[in-house]
């Protein structure tokens, strides 16, 4: 499977959602799967050619709020690859031989990143969806610690690390998981 369609920033099409019925309804968490890629605008950056200001588009895994968005595309082509993966494609498409190269290519570092069709999605799936379950329940999505499911992983092999790999709660999460469990904020109307 590959990325198909128009990459567009989610940010301003969910606020569209805010008008839609389920994007307000109480003690309900939406997640939205969807192969579409989106990206956000980062921060903007001065202009080398000293005319105003550039913003950069990043692709995103996912975009947590009301719903929180999970894009499989954005998982393959969000988070980088090795840096060697990188360096083989400008040699190659300089070439004007990547077309002809890539599976080879993606051979030599078969692993080391998600792909599409990869049979570890799924599980990289239960990250992101943790992910959206804790920012809906605590606010903050995220932890620190690179071996948590809720590692917000830059490059391929960090995803790998904590989704497959480690695929686990820091001690600070479940411990965070314990006290919703305590206080029955169980999110059961979860529509996934």
């Known amino acids: 499977m590959q990325a198909r369609g128009l990459l567009f920033d989610f940010i301003g099409t969910q606020k569209k959602f805010e008008c839609i019925k389920y994007a307000k309804a109480k003690n309900t968490c939406h997640v939205i799967l969807t192969p579409k890629l989106f990206a956000t605008?980062?921060?903007p950056l001065p202009c080398a050619h000293g005319r105003g200001e550039q913003k950069r588009l990043h692709i995103r895994s996912a975009i947590f709020g009301f719903p929180s968005v999970i894009s499989t595309s954005g998982i393959v082509e969000g988070p980088a690859k090795p840096k060697e993966y990188y360096l083989y494609?400008?040699?190659?498409?300089?070439?004007?031989i990547w077309?002809?190269?890539?599976?080879?290519?993606?051979?030599?570092?078969?692993?080391?990143?998600?792909?599409?069709?990869?049979?570890?999605?799924?599980?990289?799936?239960?990250?992101?969806?943790?992910?959206?379950l804790f920012f809906y329940i605590t606010g903050e999505p995220f932890c620190k610690q690179k071996i948590c499911r809720l590692y917000n992983a830059h490059w391929q092999e960090?995803?790998?690390?904590?989704?497959i790999k480690s695929h686990k709660f820091c001690l600070k999460?479940?411990?965070t998981l314990?006290?919703?469990r305590a206080a029955q904020l169980t999110p059961l109307g979860c529509h996934l």
């Open 41 to 43: 605008f980062d921060e």
């Open 89 to 96: 494609k400008q040699k190659y498409a300089q070439l004007g």
């Open 99 to 132: 077309d002809r190269e890539e599976a080879k290519i993606k051979q030599k570092f078969k692993g080391r990143f998600i792909d599409y069709d990869d049979k570890r999605m799924n599980e990289v799936l239960k990250g992101y969806t943790a992910q959206s």
């Open 158 to 163: 960090e995803l790998i690390d904590s989704q």
């Open 173 to 175: 999460h479940k411990k």
């Open 178 to 180: 314990k006290q919703i």
